[in-house]
């Protein structure tokens, strides 16, 4: 396992993140807290020092699990966990933004890992109600006490996130270093705003459902998924009805080029998003041990730029306006001197103009 500096911190994290969504029974389909501690072991063996959880997953089991876990080397890990979501539907502020719920929440949380601090602390969805001076300052506040490292972002608009690093930069408050977003061969939507933001902004991203559900891992090719499966799919809010022909089609490209390469098909599914980027830090996840090992050796897996340009074929999308736009109309803006200009800045146009 290599290391990469999260976003523009100093902050080092494994090249892979361990999501602990899976760590716990209480949602129905999770591991045991016996194959918890396998899975973290393995993991913590290859080298993995970055997990991810949140305050809901599994009710709060995941948190508490996680946090025995590391309790005897709890320097050694960076531990990210969120806040918004409701932790009580009959009260208006157990969920959302506001800083009243970034209070509670976070201590909380902190009792339930066992932690005096947190490594990565993350908004897990955007409320539109709270302001974002409200938001960043509470947080900052967080930052100042000592309970919070860092700060990152999940499942938000482009335009938030920019707002916000944009102001915090006015006032001398703590900046989101990352970025987490949904991201996978079958979900490429991100590609549009969310990515490049992120590579403008500096920020690091994790890539949370980077098999898409199992979808891509061959989990569901020609068969019915089991309670559990489903379970995980309503969970993160992908029912079956995201078993598109489209979708499905992606899938068995994925297992007919991972049998040409010798690799399974999460192996390969992740060692696309891992070639997307270098600020691209897949969530890995699994139930089960061996499900954990098979996908460490994707760290084993390079593409070639001919298995690349397939992917891209049968999974690419419109980026819409204006970016496919503005790949048309370099000699507009340019006349003929595009190629001439050396620039990284380059890129968000040269990407849009090869999915033409």
């Known amino acids: 396992m290599r290391y990469k500096l999260l976003g523009k911190s100093g902050l080092r994290v494994s090249e892979l993140c361990l999501g602990a969504m899976t760590f716990g029974e209480t949602w129905g389909w999770g591991a045991s807290k016996e194959e918890c501690r396998k899975i973290f072991e393995t993991f913590v063996g290859a080298g993995g020092n970055f997990f991810d959880t949140a305050n809901i997953y599994t009710g709060g089991e995941s948190e508490e699990i996680l946090g025995e876990l590391i309790a005897a080397e709890r320097e050694r890990y960076v531990i ?18 506001q800083r009243k719920n970034i209070v509670q929440s976070l201590e909380a949380s902190l009792k339930r890992l066992g932690t005096e601090y947190i490594d990565l602390y993350m908004v897990h969805a955007w409320d539109f109600l709270t302001p974002v001076e409200e938001v960043m300052r509470a947080l900052d506040d967080q930052v100042r006490a000592g309970k919070i490292l860092y700060l990152g972002i999940t499942d938000v608009p482009a335009w938030v996130v920019a707002q ?12 989101f270093v990352a970025l987490s977003l949904q991201y996978n061969l079958i979900e490429r939507t991100s590609e549009r705003e969310l990515l490049p933001m992120a590579e403008a902004l500096g920020l690091g991203v994790t890539a949370w459902s980077p098999l898409a559900a199992g979808i891509l891992s061959g989990k569901y090719s020609g068969t019915a998924s089991t309670s559990a499966e489903t379970g995980r799919l309503h969970a993160i809010n992908m029912t079956e009805a995201w078993l598109t022909e489209r ?16 690799c399974s098909p999460a192996q390969l599914a992740l060692a ?3 070639a997307q980027s270098p600020s691209l830090i897949p969530i890995v996840s699994a139930r089960k041990n061996s499900q954990l090992q098979d996908n460490l050796a994707c760290l084993d897996i390079t593409l070639s730029a001919e298995q690349l340009k397939r992917l891209d074929e049968v999974s690419r999308i419109e980026l819409g306006f204006p970016l496919d736009f503005l790949a048309t109309a370099q000699s507009l803006v340019y006349g003929n001197t595009f190629d001439s200009i050396d620039s990284e800045r380059r890129n968000i146009l040269l990407k849009a103009g090869a999915k033409q």
């Open 272 to 274: 696309w998003i891992r």
């Open 80 to 97: 990210a966990t969120k806040y918004t979501c409701s932790r009580g539907s009959g009260d208006p502020n157990a969920g959302g933004n």
């Open 164 to 175: 916000a690093n944009t102001l915090v930069e006015r006032y001398g408050w703590s900046p």
């Open 247 to 262: 979708n499905q089609t992606i899938a068995r490209a994925v297992q007919q080029m991972a049998g040409e390469i010798g």
